[in-house]
């Protein structure tokens, strides 16, 4: 009889101990189904994010390409311009290649026309020369810079058999015909040999006589 009870504890005992070991199980059974709905949710979820973006990104490239498309649309249009206007530059450079032909053609003729104007000049200087000295002028030479013009007094030509009285203006003014460029003072002193007092009053009454006119240093027969 007692070896039946001990029977009877030790298969009770086993009993709870099942009875406990089956709880446990059922209790961690329980725990993963709870883990694996869980990781379920979190799949579904990571699934749907992922599809999200896959359309996002879809979306993206789409945008990319019609701005892409638009860009090259921009560009060609850009360079159409571009051409455009390089043409026009062209066409403007060639235009005013021709204009300045025409204005070298004019200048040239201006040239050639003030040069026949100064040789008329020069031709009026040397007539109004001979009619005052009855000569040619000599040719002038060029003054060295060493050179010392001690002034000579003008001499006082007075009117003999019928010739016409050469005064120092008449000089001058002989001078700056023959010299339709100008001529300063100084330049006037070393050619004529006269001090410069002598030829600033004599210039002064041809210009109030209004035959020589002042530019700056320069003075010009009128």
Sequence with gaps: MGLIQELQRADAQRRKEVAALAHEVASRLSDFRKDDAQRRRGVAAMTSEV?????????????LHQTSAHRRSQVGATCAEARGFVNHLH????????????????????????RAFV?????????????????????????????????VPFPQTTATMGQPTVTLRDVI????AEHPDGAKL?????DLGMSRIQ???AMRGLIDENKVEKRELLYFAL
């Design 91 to 114: 066409q403007i450079s060639h235009d005013r290649r021709s204009e300045v032909a025409a204005m070298s053609k004019n200048v040239a003729a201006m040239r050639a026309g003030h």
């Design 119 to 151: 040789r008329r000049l020069e031709k009026l200087g040397a007539d109004r020369h001979v009619q005052v000295w009855g000569k040619t002028a000599p040719v002038a030479k060029a003054a060295s810079p060493q050179a010392v013009h001690e002034p």
């Design 199 to 201: 030829i600033a009053q």
């Design 186 to 190: 100084t330049q006037l002193e070393q």
């Design 51 to 63: 599809s999200a973006m896959r359309a996002n990104a879809k979306a993206f490239v789409g945008q």
């Design 173 to 176: 003014f002989t001078y700056l």
